[in-house]
């Protein structure tokens, strides 16, 4: 148990007591209030806008900003990732991997093997929840091709650098810690599953961040990633579906227009161990 003693005006000590133990809920819990808090700014953005929109019949209609760039959406992956990356290079931000990783193994948690089935759990319950009448933001071709596309992204940034930073696992099974996949896979699913359901419905659209949150504390749980290697999975996750809704319009020319007689699936699948996405295109 760590302590402080302050010195107060009346020349007493004041002793404040501080639990590492509740460090790594205080940090987690700190990211994703930062991630809801910025996630609802937009939100009410786009709400005001739409409510202009029905107060004002003569004005003609607005353009669709769904597919457009937009350089705020880029403020929290580029956080993430920037932590990630300069912890590579810092002790000092080393040393938080060094006492989280301490703090876990201290209460001896049970490795479980949920983290490989929840980082798609929010693009699942995208795809039933349209199943079941409950609309999102796009019909099943085009949010197939801007998921697919998603996962596409991250996987050509994150395999990549594992193999270029080469960071040891916590376990030392491998070198291929920095960023975590899973996480990756995960935040790119739960910002698929906002960005399919933010206007219609706020709370359902966050829901999806719970899956990855919590994929990402089991990595670390289960030993095989650094906090550091989290943060940046969730950054490049995010930043992979953003860039897929920019890319949307371009892809959609490419692959014909809304054609009505093809069909386009792209759905992920976990099997042995081994991770990937199936595309079917129907002509």
């Known amino acids: 148990m760590n302590s402080i003693v302050i010195k107060t005006t009346s020349s007493q000590n004041l002793k404040v007591n501080f639990n590492p133990k509740s460090q790594m809920k205080i940090l987690f819990t700190s990211l994703l209030f930062i991630l809801l808090s910025v996630q609802n700014v937009f939100a009410q953005d786009s709400l005001t806008i739409n409510k202009e929109r029905d107060s004002i019949v003569s004005i003609p209609k607005l353009e669709d900003k769904t597919h457009q760039f937009n350089y705020k959406k880029l403020i929290i992956p580029a956080v993430f990732i920037s932590y990630g990356v300069a912890t590579l290079k810092i002790d000092g931000l080393k040393q938080l991997n060094f006492s989280t990783r301490n703090e876990i193994n201290e209460h001896k948690p ?64 491998n070198n291929l810690s920095f960023p975590s996949g899973h996480t990756t896979f995960a935040f790119a699913s739960a910002q698929f599953m906002y960005r399919e359901y933010k206007d219609s419905n706020f709370l359902l659209g966050i829901s999806g961040y719970s899956f990855a949150v919590f994929t990402g504390v089991y990595r670390m749980l289960n030993d095989k990633h650094w906090f550091s290697d989290v943060v940046a999975g969730a950054g490049f996750g995010i930043l992979s579906t953003e860039m897929a809704y920019w890319l949307y319009p371009k892809i959609n020319q490419l692959l014909g227009g809304k054609n009505q007689h093809s069909q386009t699936m792209v759905m992920p699948f976990y099997q042995n161990k081994n991770v990937g996405i199936g595309l079917v295109k129907n002509f």
């Open 110 to 173: 049970d490795h479980i093997r949920l983290d490989n089935y929840t980082l798609f759990a929010p693009a699942v319950l995208v795809y039933g929840l349209n199943a079941f009448g409950v609309q999102g933001k796009h019909n099943l071709r085009d949010r197939s091709i801007i998921y697919g596309t998603s996962l596409l992204l991250a996987s050509a940034i994150m395999l990549p650098l594992k193999h270029i930073t080469k960071e040891e696992r916590p376990d030392q099974s």
